[in-house]
């Protein structure tokens, strides 16, 4: 594959009336998923913007953002999606970083940008232009970058992972190749698409001429809408994190007998216990289940294991599979040398989904990424192991990042939103896990100002209130405990380790 879009493209011209995507019974063809995103790449390029430079795109899940995309990459520049349940704060904070050429607000942008600003109604406006002939050659290729996804950063600043074209083209050779999906499958597209795990849903899909079939959040968050959508979705591939899987199982009409052709379960995000697995195998039989794995910075995933039954049962807990064929996921100790069989190491993952570097944030590339053998590699951070069967077993993080509900989040980064509180003196995020080893709760353990002496559940939506203009809903700790101080290590900081034993009942 030497083009994604001109793989995608093809679609347009030998089927244009094919289905590409559905929104909420709203459907849109590949012939006019083309012709948009030529007349977008058009209008761009007569822009005269920045060569290469990034273009942010906010919005939601409407097939807008899919001409937007398609239509920067087809014009020379990468797109960062932002979902417009950000705060201004990150977005700005993006903006700030990324230096882009444009922002193209498929959604209403309540904020002043020195960029320049391309709005939906203008979007809509090009998409009756019949002036759609962009100039190929500068379209984004090779090692150029085709998407830039930020993430929580340790410092309350995001982090620009950037992903190339060369990167995409690894992993989607490697889903086209290993996961047996057939040509036109009809995909569900939950995940925000500033999440990398939309990538595993978005780019496959059209690859294979199938379509996408839009869960907004507006839908997916509210348990009445949800649970009567499920019964109704004509999918035969789902992809999302456990979690979403887990809440969707609590309606017991999410079964084979109302979604018949529903064959292909992919997760990714966080890990997929052994007892969601087993729900799933009751509810849908005849599933092919698998198990991935991989850092936003190696583009979505990088190992994957089907869930047969001679895994089911030799495993308790589960595998998260061998590397894809084009790519080494090798073991380091604290001295950067290998480990052996069935000894814990860093995972650490070489080959040619791995991302280039953080964007405009050389410090932190240099920190997480190196060459090894001469070729570029990305220390993830993770803790894993091999077994005698060849699969990699996740024994956890190295550090204070986690996964909830299949977001990554940094809690240093938690830390630094509440620290900024104007009630609060002091305060930590410290992760509770369950039986399976996963995070199912994030606690703050706070120390409120002197003056303050409110109730504790009026305490409680101050602090919520407004942490709501700066943080991400996915990282609202669940439950607020108030205490007269904390407790130190012995270098004078705050002893996370200390309240993470005391939570959790072990060191």
Not at 489 to 499: C, E, F, S, V
Request: net charge negative; glycine share 6%; with cysteine.
């Amino acid at each position: 594959m030497k083009s994604i879009v001109s793989r995608i493209d093809e679609w347009g011209l030998k089927e244009p009336n094919r289905q590409a995507y559905d929104y909420l019974g709203q459907t849109y063809t590949y012939g006019q998923l083309k012709t948009y995103s030529d007349a977008l790449a058009k209008y761009l390029q007569n822009m005269n913007l920045a060569a290469k430079a990034p273009i942010v795109v906010f919005g939601g899940q409407s097939f807008e953002m899919l001409v937007a995309f398609l239509g920067c990459v087809k014009a020379g520049h990468a797109y960062i999606p932002i979902d417009d349940s950000s705060p201004k704060e990150r977005v700005q904070l993006i903006v700030e970083i990324a230096k882009p050429a444009a922002c193209i607000t498929i959604s209403e942008l309540d904020l002043t940008l020195d960029s320049l600003i391309i709005t939906n109604e203008e979007l809509t406006s090009l998409m009756t232009s019949n002036d759609c002939q962009y100039e190929t050659t500068l379209s984004v290729k090779q090692e150029e970058d085709f998407y830039i996804i930020f993430t929580s950063g340790t410092t309350g600043v995001p982090k620009g992972v950037r992903i190339s074209h060369d990167n995409l083209v690894s992993f989607c050779n490697w889903m086209l190749q290993d996961f047996a999906l057939p040509t036109g499958v009809t995909c569900l597209a939950q995940p925000p698409y500033s999440f990398d795990l939309s990538v595993m849903n978005l780019y496959p899909t059209l690859l294979l001429g199938g379509k996408l079939v839009a869960m907004p959040k507006e839908i997916s968050m509210d348990f009445k809408q949800l649970f009567a959508k499920l019964p109704t979705l004509k999918i035969k591939e789902w992809v999302s994190t456990p979690s979403f899987v887990e809440l969707c199982m609590l309606d017991p009409n999410f079964n084979a007998q109302n979604l018949p052709d529903l064959t292909y379960l992919l997760f990714c995000g966080e890990e997929l216990t052994h007892a969601t697995a087993d729900k799933l195998k009751q509810r849908f039989p005849q599933a092919q289940i698998y198990n991935t794995y991989g850092p936003t910075e190696a583009t979505v995933a990088v190992t994957v294991v089907r869930l047969d039954e001679q895994i089911m049962q030799s495993y308790t807990r589960l595998p998260i599979g061998k590397a894809k064929e084009d790519t080494r996921v090798i073991l380091l100790d604290e001295n950067e040398q290998e480990v052996g069989l069935n000894q814990a190491g860093e995972i650490t993952i070489i080959g040619p989904s791995v991302s280039a570097g953080y964007l405009n944030n050389p410090e932190k590339t240099a920190a997480s990424f190196k060459q090894i053998a001469g070729q570029w590699a990305y220390k993830t951070g993770d803790l894993g192991q091999y077994d005698e069967n060849g699969q990699l077993l996740y024994k956890g993080r190295l550090d204070f990042q986690i996964k909830l509900h299949g977001y990554r989040i940094e809690l240093e980064d938690v830390d630094h939103h509440l620290a900024a509180v104007s009630v609060i003196n002091q305060a930590i995020a410290i992760p509770k896990y369950d039986k399976d080893h996963k995070v199912s709760q994030l606690l703050a353990y706070v120390v409120v100002k002197e003056t303050q002496n409110k109730d504790v559940n009026q305490l409680t939506k101050e602090i919520k209130d407004e942490l709501n203009q700066t943080m991400m809903a996915y990282m609202m700790p669940q439950r607020f405990i108030y205490v007269d101080s904390l407790p130190l290590t012995q270098n004078g900081k705050i002893d996370r380790k200390k309240l993470m034993a005391e939570v959790n009942g072990s060191c």
